[in-house]
């Protein structure tokens, strides 16, 4: 474990990200973030703790996720795949991350639960060979590692349907599968016991018929504050929290009339306590995901991405360890701590997708977040940085170099991008520094 910097922080991010994306619009805390006396510049290094002359340093992993719609015809053959992952292996990754239980709720591997998908994005491709398969032979045969990620709870499958997330809008009570909003997908709700023998037997599938390196969760959350208000949640929250809603869900928020936003909603007697409800869902999801595939294959590495602008008390996702206990939130109930998931995880991928690298102490930067994400996990699980390199001025070298130093691993979105901008050269030398301060050569 590399020793970073590790003070703590006064306050944690605020929340108006949150709002962006898929929160309600609270009002960021006004509390100022301390500044670090030992401030890391870019190309700091700071070296492992437990180095000693003569031992040898072994290379971080470095991923390069492969999404599945904005790659779907890319990859249409085993000479495309062969093609990228030589391009990969070249600019220094030693791990990929393949989608496979997709968006769609179809799978890319040959399963006994799901349909293979054929389409995507409006392409079509009908493969008779496997998929994932043939990127673990490409992977392996390379010494490089190969992780499958699962996206959990959206699907668009109609037989479905009745099990998706129901939203409380200012019009009402309405599937979210109806939503028309850009970015709203149709999730399926945690509570109801069938989505809970899918979601674990899609998991269980994976790494018994595949020699997967590790499991991926993501979209593992709800997917707002709006949602669900089913009947199911109502009665799962009430027996959580040892209440009766008399007037659900205006008892959880409600809008003011005439109000048309839906993220302009006025909580009510149970919000904080269906707030915390919530994380512990997603919780209770993470810790049997985990136990049940480290109990097919022990020494898998089990993984959680998320986005790096914490606390996401919309959308039930507390990847902090829970001996964090400063939640200086007004929503944040006494025991909300007590949801964190990061001592369920063997790795938490920190998506820090910002376009600038420092400085630490600049809410909005890669720097920024993998300094929050170290004082809030507290070394329960290891911590890789993740960014995006979307933005064709976004200084991938830097990235990765600093990305290196000063987490435990590196995760890098997406081939698509990689393959848009060029950017292979850019990401090896970012490595190939990192591995040069930190005395790392490889085979």
Known sequence: MISRF??????????????????????????????????????????????????????????????????????????NIKHFMDLIEEAGFNEIIVEVKTMQGQALYF??????????????????????????????DRGMTVLAASTVFPDYREEWEQYCCVEHLPEGLKSIKDSKDSGIFPFLNPVYPEVRELVMSVCEEIVTKYDVDGLVLDYCRYQNANSDFSEASRKAFEKYAGVTCSNFPYDIYYY??????????????????????????????????????????????????AAAWW?????????????????????????????????????????????????VWDNGTIAHALYQGDAIIKDACQHYSSFSVA????????????????SDGVMVFELCYMVKHDWWDEIKAGIVEAETELGIVRE
């Open 6 to 79: 590790r003070h703590c922080l006064m306050v944690v991010l605020g929340l108006a990200l949150i709002a962006a994306s898929c929160d309600r619009p609270i009002e960021p805390e006004d509390i100022p973030v301390e500044e670090p006396s030992d401030t890391l510049g870019s190309g700091d290094v700071q070296q492992p703790d437990d180095s000693e002359p003569g031992v040898k340093v072994q290379p971080k992993k470095v991923s390069l996720w492969i999404s599945t719609s904005v790659n779907f015809s890319r990859l249409k053959s085993k000479s």
């Open 256 to 305: 003011p009339d005439g109000e048309t936003d839906k993220g302009e909603y006025k909580p009510s007697t149970y919000y904080n306590q269906w707030m915390e409800w919530r994380s512990s869902v997603i919780q209770g999801y993470v810790k049997e995901i985990g136990e049940r595939v480290k109990a097919i294959k022990p020494d898998i590495s089990f993984q959680y991405w």
């Open 391 to 406: 933005d064709k001025d976004f200084d991938a070298k830097e990235a990765m170099k600093y990305s290196y130093l000063n």
């Open 111 to 140: 399963s006994d639960i799901l349909e293979y998908q054929k389409t995507a994005g409006g392409v079509t491709v009908d493969r008779d060979w496997d998929y994932l398969q043939y990127f673990i032979d490409q992977a392996h």
């Open 311 to 359: 606390p996401l008390p919309g959308t039930g996702q507390n990847w902090a360890s829970q001996k964090h206990t400063n939640y200086p939130y007004w929503w944040a109930t006494p025991d909300y701590h007590k949801t964190g998931f990061a001592e369920y995880l063997d790795v938490f991928q920190n998506g820090a997708y910002y376009n600038k690298v420092t400085p």
